[in-house]
């Protein structure tokens, strides 16, 4: 079975543009979770999605985060506009009945 | 409040020598605990969880509810068990989050 999928591997850009980052989830897996690490802190929840709907999202910091799951398949997070803070490594994983994530290989995001 | 504490952010041993990496957690009720890793390039999984207490790639963790510890065990390190080792906790329920610490980098010196 294919797992995660995450693109962009590497995102860099200036304060103030938006990205987009995805997730593809492993086929079949209704939860889908969004986490961040920032440097030199830990990693931290961001949402939770059971197919299409917003389980959790405690953890978003801020409005500037978009998090979206049409159809239950793959989840964009949308960061807009972006600030330096915002720079870490997201990471997606998902689990199909709420045990046993399996992770992306995670999206680096820069802020310059 | 809910928190994970790795209190080591790098440990370097030596091959052959015993590892022990340090977690200890604060939760109100009942938490399940896991290891997770991330070697160089690769991505973050599991290694091992305390309740099917099993040893992974000779690694163990006993759970220890009256000092809230996790702490993570090897006796002989080897140099590919350099990586990134985080310590987490999370509720029963399949709603239940995943909480991380801040992680430690273990490396082994030859």
């Known amino acids: 079975e294919a797992g995660v999928t995450q693109f962009p591997s590497h995102s860099v850009i200036e304060k103030g543009q938006t990205v987009t980052l995805r997730c593809d989830p492993i086929?079949?897996?209704?939860?889908l979770y969004w986490y961040r690490r920032v440097m030199g802190k830990e990693i931290k929840f961001l949402l939770h999605f059971v197919k299409e709907s917003k389980q959790d999202e405690s953890g978003m910091p801020n409005n500037r985060f978009l998090a979206e799951r049409t159809g239950g398949t793959y989840s964009t997070l949308k960061v807009q506009p972006a600030e330096l803070e915002d720079s870490g490594v997201y990471f997606c994983?998902?689990?199909?009945?709420?045990?046993?994530?399996?992770f992306g290989s995670g999206t680096r995001l820069t802020v310059v | 409040a809910q928190r994970v504490t790795q209190p080591e952010k790098l440990l370097s041993v030596f091959k052959g020598a015993p590892v022990e990496l340090k977690c200890n957690y604060s939760y109100s009720g009942s938490p399940e605990l896991f290891w997770y890793v991330q070697y160089s390039r690769q991505r973050l999984q599991l290694l091992l969880r305390h309740i099917s207490r099993e040893s992974i790639k000779g690694f163990t963790a006993d759970l220890n509810k009256g000092e809230t510890s996790f702490h993570l065990k090897k006796p002989f390190a080897q140099e590919e068990d350099s990586a990134m080792y985080y310590c987490a906790l999370s509720g029963k329920s399949r709603d239940d989050k995943i909480i991380f610490g801040k992680g430690t980098r273990l490396h082994i010196l030859p």
């Open positions: 994983a998902s689990s199909r009945n709420g045990y046993g994530y399996t």
């Open positions: 086929s079949g897996h209704d939860n």
